[in-house]
């Protein structure tokens, strides 16, 4: 396998290098190309030395008389040569030019005449990436199929602290593997996902809710897919696309949300529940809005219909996957759970850490079995967790369909 690695001009260029040599111990040929900004930080040699190849550093680099047509085409050979086109770090104004399609340097027009899979590894300062233009730039990529390895949360070199820092690069050559040796080890599955909070209302115009941002559901949709399986998603209120290849199903209520898992039930041969669905609703909802006054208001909520304990008695041969939002106690609630809602695993996620678990992009989390086993995952992007979160249910499917 032949995977060229754009470097751009960003603190982070040196983590490439670890990219690199990781790829090379993988047995993956790894071509360099670095813009101009990249060099201002690491020079060539780096990765000349890690590659054992030349590293690409200009448009019109060698030229002299004797040069050959192809040998100043070179844009087109590396094009036709390479499997997979990885850039990290990724800088804003590289996404911009991708994503606009200017070609004014040997990366930029590398990538128009590039035509497999490209992944993108952003990293920049807070502002930076938060700025509409970058993320209107990041959401035309998305759209085009690119794989964008999410940067991480935390302090960045220029003092911020926020999202902005390069993925792991275990996290980035991990990606690129799976790019280039899809599993679908979930093929012939049909998985049941629901994600996102849901909303019950309070009266025509307000509703009581949570901080669930849906991504750690729509991550576990989309890692599902690209592995094979048929994948519906349920999913509550969530300012997220659909994800490609995913059947979403958009609800609003824990109602609505039971309603359509029990329907998508029958079908389904694994159901992971990572919705964080409303305990309470309230039932004698007023037909017009509730008018401010100065006495106290005392409201009367009823338990909504439990979709988790329901689906773990209808269960059948199905694998059922909980997840348990807790802020103390996680394992004990995340065991409690387990043999309550009969779930064959629970993802124990401690939400009152900064950083990871509602509304961020990264999570950690405990996966913990029927046997008592308690599996920790490290820190890593909600996608990575995702992927983790399925590698050990197909170890549990693997083990049913043996002991059958
Ligand atoms: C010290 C320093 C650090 C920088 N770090 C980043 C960064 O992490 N991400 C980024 O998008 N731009 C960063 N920049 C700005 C880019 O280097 C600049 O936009 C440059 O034009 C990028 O060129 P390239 O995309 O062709 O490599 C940094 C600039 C300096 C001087």
């Not at 980035?172 to 629901?194: C, K, N, Y």
């Not at 988790?308 to 394992?331: H, I, M, P, Q, S």
């Amino acid at each position: 396998m032949r995977v060229v690695l754009g470097i751009t001009g960003g603190i982070a260029a040196y983590k490439a290098a670890e990219v690199a040599r990781s790829l090379m111990e993988r047995g993956v040929a790894v071509q360099a190309v670095m813009t101009a900004g990249a060099q201002e930080f690491v020079r060539p040699l780096t990765f000349a030395a890690l590659t054992g190849r030349k590293v690409i550093t200009d448009m019109f680099g060698s030229g002299g008389a004797d040069e050959t047509l192809a040998s100043s085409v070179e844009h087109i050979r590396v094009a036709q040569e390479n499997d997979l086109l990885l850039v990290a770090p990724a800088t804003a104004d590289v996404l911009a030019k991708f994503a606009h399609g200017l070609a004014d340097d040997f990366l930029s027009t590398l990538y128009l005449a590039f035509t497999g899979p490209v992944a993108i590894a952003p990293a920049m300062n807070t502002n930076m990436w938060r700025h509409p233009a970058t993320q209107a730039n990041l959401e035309i990529l998305r759209k085009r199929g690119h794989v964008i390895v999410d940067p991480g949360d935390g302090l960045l070199a220029c003092g911020t602290s926020g999202p902005g820092r390069l993925a792991e690069p275990e996290a980035i050559v991990a990606v690129v593997d799976q790019m280039l040796h899809p599993r679908r080890d979930l093929e012939g599955e049909t998985i049941l996902i629901t994600a996102g909070p849901t909303q019950e209302p309070l009266d025509p115009v307000r509703y009581v809710s949570n901080r669930s941002s849906g991504k750690m559901g729509f991550s576990l949709a989309e890692a599902a897919a690209a592995r094979g399986a048929q994948v519906v998603l349920v999913s509550g209120p969530v300012h997220l696309e659909d994800p490609v290849g995913v059947s979403v199903e958009r609800v609003r209520t824990a109602r609505e949300m039971y309603d359509a898992v029990m329907a998508h039930l029958p079908e389904s041969t694994i159901i992971v529940k990572s919705a964080a669905v409303a305990d309470y609703y309230r039932a004698d909802l007023p037909k017009q809005k509730v008018k401010k006054t100065a006495t106290l208001l005392s409201l009367e909520l009823q338990p909504t219909p439990d979709i988790l304990a329901e689906a773990g008695r209808r269960k059948g041969d199905r694998l059922l996957v909980g997840f348990a939002a807790e802020t103390e106690n996680l394992l004990e609630e995340a065991r409690r759970k387990m043999t309550t809602k009969n779930c064959d695993m629970v993802v124990a996620n401690l939400v009152s850490q900064a950083g990871i678990g509602f509304e961020t992009d990264e999570n950690e989390v405990t996966l913990v079995l029927r046997s008592g086993e308690a599996i920790p995952l490290k820190r890593a992007s909600k996608r990575h967790i995702a992927d983790q979160i399925f590698d050990q249910i197909a170890k549990l499917r693997l083990a049913a369909h043996a002991s059958r």
